[in-house]
């Protein structure tokens, strides 16, 4: 008599919503690790993080999108289009509200654009653990009202509170498919993209008051050496020279602050010690860079 296989599950979960929202806190919850950057600025993610979590017999491929707002620029034209291109084919979307923060006009940008897409939707009301519960409430019969989502789920990403649930719930939702990644993979991003975005985190960390979005990692080595370790030279690339200035510090502090827990990051992240070396450099033009999109995942729009 032969043994018969578990039946598996697998899909697609595309997590929308304004900026903000803790879209990055909850995929990392979900998957039990960090996969995605997290600061407290708005728009941190530029482009589709896929976070890959496990759940009995169901592998969920969490698809962490940019925030979606209105675009000005073409950087943030590329990050909507990245955002839209993650809700492509999934088997269900999410759309994440901070639910403190309420229901202002970017919300409704993100519900009127879900409203002709056929996928299975659900409502994530986040923040729980700081947010007024009547309010929570009325946010969640408000946005029922202007879109029927499938069902309505109310958590904190940041305290955990509400999560194991709503990824049982994911679970239970996932078509029988066989699982896509191997068991132990977390994420589909390669180590060098890992790197260029926990030094932007840490930009954003220690600067978000100081330094606005001019700023991108640029990836100029990355190699491995012969006794494990990991060599990383990057560029900290800003559009002026006053913000150069700012990113450096005083006698070079604060550069060297954001590569010693950027460095710390990555060798807890990797496994394994990194030797990271940052410089900065003043490219006024880098947003219209079309190569430098490649570098940092996004596909270029016109």
């Known amino acids: 008599m032969t043994d018969t296989l578990p039946t598996q599950h697998c899909g697609l979960i595309a997590i929308v919503g304004a900026p903000n929202a803790g879209k990055s806190t909850l995929v990392n919850a979900l998957v039990g690790q960090k996969v995605a950057i997290v600061s407290p600025k708005a728009q941190t993610t530029r482009t589709r993080v896929m976070g890959i979590a496990i759940e009995g017999d ?10 979606i707002f209105t675009p000005e620029r073409r950087l943030d034209r590329a990050m909507v289009a990245a955002a839209w291109e993650g809700a492509e084919g999934a088997d269900l979307i999410a759309l994440i509200v901070d639910g403190k923060g309420g229901i202002g006009p970017k919300v409704h940008t993100v519900i009127e654009s879900l409203k002709g897409r056929r996928e299975r939707k659900i409502l994530i009301l986040n923040k729980v653990d700081v947010a007024d519960k009547p309010r929570l409430l009325g946010h969640a019969a408000k946005l029922n009202e202007i879109l029927p989502f499938d069902e309505t789920y ?30 132990d993979q977390v994420s589909d991003a390669t180590d060098r993209m890992l790197a260029a975005e926990v030094t932007r985190e840490q930009l954003y960390l220690q600067l978000h008051q100081e330094l606005p979005y001019s700023s991108a990692i640029e990836t100029e080595q990355y190699k491995e050496r012969e006794d494990g370790s990991v060599e990383i030279h990057q560029q900290i690339l800003v559009e002026r020279e006053t913000q150069r200035a700012i990113v450096l510090g005083k006698g070079g502090t604060r550069i060297k602050e954001i590569g010693a827990r950027a460095r710390a990051e990555l060798s807890r992240l990797m496994g394994v010690k990194v030797h990271l ?4 450099k003043v490219r006024p033009e880098w947003q219209e860079d079309r190569s430098l999109y490649r570098e940092i995942g996004l596909d270029w729009v016109e």
């Open 154 to 183: 109310f958590v904190s990403a940041q305290t955990g509170d509400g999560v194991p649930e709503l990824k049982a719930a994911l679970a239970v939702a996932m078509p029988e498919c066989p699982w896509h990644f191997p068991e």
């Open 277 to 280: 070396y940052l410089h900065v």
């Open 58 to 67: 169901a592998q969920l491929i969490l698809v962490d999108t940019p925030g």
